[in-house]
Nanobody, 115 residues
């Protein structure tokens, strides 16, 4: 059974930092990504990373967020620095299976940036 579990969300003040972790299990994964969805907004891609560790970022987080992965642990991470209220959202992990077209989502973790 494939499972993605996010952790590391919470409440942080503007300018603060958080690191999210997504632990994946059940198969081998190719591309993995972090998405987020703020209230009354569509889910958007934040950053993604290939199995070879090539990364892309949405413009609004460039220079502040860093995505990384550990293939041996089947984990990806999102280091978030200099957070602002606009980063408040539920953050989701997404993973594409390496040997099939299947894609999987985690249940999400809440990140709230507020003073």
């Amino acid at each position: 059974q494939v499972q993605l579990v996010e952790s590391g969300g919470g409440l942080v003040q503007p300018g603060g930092s958080l690191t999210l972790t997504c632990t994946a299990s059940g198969t081998i994964f190719d591309n993995m990504a972090w998405y987020r969805q703020a209230p009354e907004k569509e889910r958007e891609l934040v950053a993604d990373i290939t199995r070879g560790e090539r990364t892309t970022y949405t413009q609004s987080v460039k220079g502040r967020f860093t995505i990384s992965r550990d293939n041996a642990k089947s984990e990806i991470y999102l280091q978030m620095n200099n957070l602002n209220v606009g980063d408040t959202a539920v953050y989701y992990c997404k993973a594409d299976a390496l040997f099939s077209p299947a894609e999987y989502w985690g249940q999400g973790t809440q990140v709230t940036v507020s003073s």
